[in-house]
């Protein structure tokens, strides 16, 4: 299971964010000059009350409109410049940003595309998506705002803190005192919301999953009338986000309180305090004017750090869900392809294998398995249902790795090749037949080797593969199909799936119950097909019925994970009690499932 326990306590915020610097890297310049941009633009803010001052001491005092006139324009300038440069940090940063937050989805995509089937059968698929989704926008709405306006604010409070102290260091010393329960409270605020946040972004992560189980499985749910089940478990989960995200509000509104109350108290003391020193003739007028709206220009620096910091943890926590995915290892891309090259053929030595998440102690589904196809054979696997034969097929193609022994193509040890040369000499189809939106014509041709195909090919595999009436759709061969295109049917689907086995000619062909939904007669004009154009293939193929076994050259029984027997369909029936028994079930009912 993907890590869904809580953050480390002891993790480092920082450190953690310090890992998106390889995307930043690039976009460094435009991000270090808008940050600049927004010191100069904040700290024009803090000059303002700097005029002021000298507006009230001096024009003021004596009486001089003019000065007045010129002192508010001045502001007025400041004011203007402040927007300006705000602006143009906004517009440095657009661009960039929107770049970091596209690259970073583009690794995550190509990285889970290279990740290995058992990584894919850990992880839910909405875990997945919220994180391609959800996280990386919080990771770029991080990189716009609280990056740089945590580095601004903490500038501009530091300075206005100066200009406090340098105006009257007693008033100044009113004012910051609180500044120390502040930090605690933050930091308190910090590590609690850090919590929340990731087991939010969790839970978002399982409503994700539940919807587009849903929205898959919608007919089954329709069938069997479990919308009400569906929407309890849903309504469940919902709940359970809505909860954490109160938490997340609650958490959030104490910290806002404590820290817009704190400094309102200490301006109105300073207030008061230098209302009695401007009386006793102790302070300029001017000067409490300047300290007063300086105070007040510092309020939003250190209100907003709340929120910031809260959307620095979020950030932090996308940024791990990330990097969690992104530091599992991908597929090696296979060996050098030094091997001793023995007979040809495909050939499994002593395979075992087992589940990586199959609990301890549960017998290996495959042990000893030895099994030897002939060049140009094909070789019928047959099995009761859950004895694993959809396990040997896909340790082929190396779907899954085997935990033992090795299998050889023409002599070759699969792992010793690279992983683009394995997928030219092997071709598979399996029973759930997987069609993309997109073309008939392109969803064939995925299955052609780096070269592609023609139009001539496209053609002989459909007629291999008995799709004719590919002829018959509204747009022919470019007729979209697919989730978002038109609806096959069941045999219709796995027939363009068979033919996307065959369009590249393999050498290898691995077929997990391609047929299952055809009818008899089609199964075996394709099989004939098949025989016909692929004389050279070796090919596995995994079989119920006895119609499509007796087609084949010869026929494996696998039993208890290894292969009990192996000859022609004929002999079998003679000599294994549990082949005859399986092919009598298949014959008075066609089919065994
Ligand atoms: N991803 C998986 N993780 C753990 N165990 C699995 C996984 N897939 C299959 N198994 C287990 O491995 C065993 C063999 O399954 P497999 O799908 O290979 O059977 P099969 O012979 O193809 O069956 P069928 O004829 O029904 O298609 C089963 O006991 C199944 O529970
Ligand atoms: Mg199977």
Redesign the pocket.
């Known amino acids: 299971m993907p890590k869904k326990d809580a953050p480390t306590k002891d993790r480092s915020t920082v450190r953690v964010l310090l890992r998106l610097w390889p995307y930043v890297r690039p976009v460094r310049a435009r991000v270090g000059s808008a940050a600049v941009v927004a010191v100069v633009a904040s700290c024009l803010g803090l000059v303002i009350p700097l005029v002021l001052k000298w507006i009230v001491d001096g024009p003021v005092a004596r009486r001089d409109p003019g000065g007045v006139w010129l002192g508010a324009l001045v502001v007025l300038a400041l004011g203007i410049a402040e927007a300006v440069l705000f602006g143009l940090r906004r517009w440095l940063v657009a661009r960039p940003l929107a770049g970091v937050e596209a690259a970073m989805r583009a690794d995550l995509y190509r990285h889970l595309q290279r990740l290995p089937i058992a990584f894919h059968?850990r992880w839910p698929s909405g875990q997945l998506l919220s994180r391609a989704t959800t996280d990386l926008s919080l990771i770029r709405m991080f990189l716009a705002f609280p990056m740089t306006f945590l580095f601004v604010n903490g500038v501009t409070v530091v300075v206005g803190c100066g200009l406090l102290l340098a105006q009257d260091w007693t008033l100044g010393l009113v004012l910051l005192v609180p500044v120390v329960p502040l930090i605690v409270v933050c930091h308190l605020f910090e590590s609690r919301y850090s919590l929340v946040a990731r087991r939010a972004q969790d839970q978002v992560g399982d409503v994700t999953t539940v919807v587009e189980e849903s929205v898959l499985g919608i007919r089954i749910i329709k069938g069997f009338g479990r919308h009400r089940s569906q929407m309890d478990g849903f309504r469940a989960l919902a709940q359970r986000l809505r909860g954490t995200e109160l938490a997340k509000a609650r958490l959030l509104a104490g910290i806002w309180a404590v820290i817009t109350i704190v400094p309102e108290l200490a301006i109105g003391a300073a207030l008061v305090l230098g209302a009695v020193q401007v009386a006793d003739g102790g302070l300029s007028a001017g000067t409490l004017v300047a300290f007063l709206s300086t105070a007040l220009a510092l309020r939003w620096p250190v209100e907003s750090i709340g929120f910031l910091l809260a959307m620095s943890q979020e950030a932090a926590t996308s940024v791990e869900r990330f990097f969690e995915v992104m530091d599992e290892a991908e597929e090696d891309a296979g060996g050098s392809g030094a091997a001793s090259v023995a007979s040809g053929g495909l050939r499994l030595e002593n395979v075992s294998f087992r589940?990586p998440?199959?609990p301890e102690g549960a017998p290996p589904?495959l042990s000893g398995v030895d099994l030897f196809v002939r060049p140009g054979e094909t070789m019928a696997l047959v099995?009761?249902?859950?004895?694993?034969?959809?396990?040997?097929t896909s340790l082929v193609p190396r779907l899954h790795e085997v935990s033992g022994g090795r299998i050889l193509l023409d002599g070759v040890d699969v792992t010793a090749m690279s992983r683009q040369r394995l997928r030219e000499l092997v071709s598979v189809a399996f029973?759930e037949p997987t069609l993309f939106s997109a073309s008939v014509a392109e969803n064939v041709l995925m299955g052609a080797g780096p070269g592609g195909a023609g139009e001539a090919e496209l053609w002989r595999a459909l007629e291999v593969a008995q799709a004719g009436f590919v002829r018959d759709l509204p747009e022919g061969a470019a007729t979209e199909v697919g989730e978002q295109g038109l609806s096959l049917s069941g045999g219709q689907r796995q027939r363009l799936a068979l033919a996307r086995a065959v369009v590249g000619r393999p050498r290898f062909l691995v077929l997990?119950?391609p047929l299952s939904a055809l009818d008899v007669h089609t199964e075996a004009l394709v099989e004939a097909a098949l025989r016909d154009v692929l004389r050279d293939t070796t090919a596995l193929v995994?079989a119920?019925r006895p119609s499509t076994v007796m087609l084949a050259d010869r026929v494996a029984l696998?039993s208890a994970g290894r292969i009990a027997a192996v000859g022609t369909h004929q002999e079998l029936l003679r000599s294994s009690r549990e082949y005859a028994w399986l092919m009598s079930g298949a014959e008075t009912t066609g089919s065994t499932?």
């Open positions: 059968d589940y998440d199959a589904v099995g009761a249902t859950g004895s694993g034969k959809t396990t040997l029973e997990d119950d995994v119920h696998l499932r």
